[in-house]
């Protein structure tokens, strides 16, 4: 009988105490949940990772480019070379700002990736890719990962940002004739594109508007078309100039740079409103331009997970054979046997 009761007083107070724990749960403020990143949803496909069978390109490089444009600087460039290339037959070439950051095999971008997957199914044309790294003088530190992107001990924020002629020389009247040296380039514009991210983005757009003769496929991400050096002008630009034969494909984020600088909002330094400025400009002025909107921050997550699709956009145009007995067109692209 004793034991009855001992027993059941403590499922009693067991009961109590369990009750108890219950009321305080149920007040207790939730542990509040950390947002996710917003780049958190972003990863690289099969398009952008070596593949079995795959034929790899090779990056050759370093090599360095002095400059007469900007005195004193050179820049450090890799030259991307397709399985594919034939140097009897003139490749296409796309130009990378930011080289380091694009050419990067565990980066967010891994272009020679991108391009030896899309080459080897015809969906671009074979081209020699060019990653090249903003200017520095000799004692300068090489921009990586690592280091940096050569923020403000490059010359980076002058050519990059600037709304001049001087970059687009720097590539067409230096870069250019370094590569026809030892490459068979396509002269055609229509076969040139160059790209980059943030300011390279800025970059890129520039010297296809400087030199539509020489480049007439862009592909910006997160371009900084802001007030930088005056980028957030190039809306109204674009409006009031003659429309020039490019083709522009636009990513941004809306987690982007968003304009606030010591608690006031200034939309001229709005990565997002400005990029969407642009595609309206471009799209009002009746420009071939592409745009792609994301929840991305600042980078290249984004950016680097669509880049497959940006690229086949932008050289969307390649010859194609409708033939059915063409089995050279239906095949995959074999690597060039070299003597």
Known sequence: MRKTLTYALALSLTGAAVTALSQVSATAPATPQKAPHPDSQYRLGPDSLPQEGVPKGEIRGP?????????????????????????KVPASLMVFQDGHAFKEETGDVRAQNVMDNLIYRREIPVMIGVFINPGRTPEQTEPSRTAGWGDGFTNRGVEYNALDDKYARVITEELLPALERDYNISKDPEQRGIGGSSSGAIAAFTVAWERPNAFRKVLSNV?????????????????????????VFLCGGRNDNRGIRNGVYDEKWDWFLQNVRMMKALTQKGYDVNYAWGINAHGQKFGGAILPEMMRWLWRDQPVSTDPKDAVERSFRPPVIRQ
Do not use: C, E
Request: aromatic share 16%.
């Open 63 to 87: 090599f360095t480019l002095p400059s007469n444009v900007y005195p004193g600087t050179q820049r450090t460039y890799w030259v991307y070379v397709p399985a594919q290339y034939d140097p």
């Open 223 to 247: 371009g900084s078309f802001t007030n930088i050096r005056g980028g957030h002008n190039y809306p109204d630009r674009v409006l009031k100039s003659r429309k020039k034969s490019i083709r």
